[in-house]
């Protein structure tokens, strides 16, 4: 199954636990791929590097840099192109569905509630991580 998720999600996942984690433990097991785009990485870097991720940071003994370095090496970098239209409240979302599109995803897993309430893009479904991780424990979509 291919999934893209947006940028708070991974945050969430490599810093803490819960359904975020398990998401990209799944991905770590082979069992689903995730995908993302040089714009998707570089926000990660960007919020990522902000002084109020430092403490938690250094709690998990790693590195900003390192945790998105880990996360390239483990998600599929796909080239998409620019929406026809605007389609998110929020521009930047664009971006995360374009994602979606150039990967032939299945899901986009998203705590945004901009993203949330468009539901489905091109038949692709956008869901918070506890319902998508239902979805890939189940295998069925």
Not at 19 to 43: K, M
Not at 96 to 112: M, N, P, Q, T
Request: hydrophobic share 45%.
């Amino acid at each position: 199954m291919r999934i893209v998720a947006d940028t708070n999600t991974i945050l969430s996942g490599l810093l803490w636990q819960g359904p975020p984690r398990q998401i990209i433990n799944r991905a770590r097991a082979g069992d689903i791929t995730l995908h993302t785009s040089l714009v998707l990485l570089a926000e990660l870097a960007e919020v990522i590097g902000r002084s109020k991720f430092t403490r938690r940071i250094q709690s998990v003994q790693l590195s900003a840099a390192g945790l998105v370095a880990d996360y390239q090496h483990l998600a599929v970098l796909v080239d998409p192109q620019p929406l026809a239209a605007p389609t998110s409240r929020d521009a930047d979302d664009d971006h995360v569905l374009a994602c979606a599109l150039a990967a032939g995803a299945s899901l986009i897993v998203s705590g945004d509630r901009d993203l949330l309430d468009i539901g489905t893009f091109h038949q692709i479904r956008i869901l918070p991580a506890h319902e998508a991780l239902a979805i890939i424990t189940t295998g069925r979509n």
